[in-house]
């Protein structure tokens, strides 16, 4: 593969002159191990099912209604006069 044409920043350039030599089979190695760290959530991950941990975890005695009452009877008008 001729790498002339191929446009790289200088932050990958000091790491393409060590890894250009490589085999094939470890450069494709270097890639997959690349491309996985850039996965956020991995299924053996503790944050791929983050939202999980708080199931069950709210405690009230209110109903659903009175929750969404309470919640609109908390709102507020924007009162920050903002000039143009």
Do not use: C
């Not at 200088?10 to 089979?25: G, V």
Request: net charge negative.
């Amino acid at each position: 593969m001729n790498t002339n044409y191929i446009p790289i920043s200088s932050s990958s350039a000091k790491y393409w002159s060590e890894l250009k030599d490589l085999s094939d089979d470890v450069k494709l190695e270097l890639i997959t191990l690349l491309s996985s760290s850039m996965v956020h959530t991995r299924p053996n991950d503790d944050n791929a099912n983050w939202a999980d941990r708080f199931v069950g975890v709210w405690k009230d005695d209110r109903s659903t209604e009175e929750i969404v009452d309470d919640i609109r009877s908390m709102r507020t008008a924007n009162q920050i006069d903002i000039e143009l």
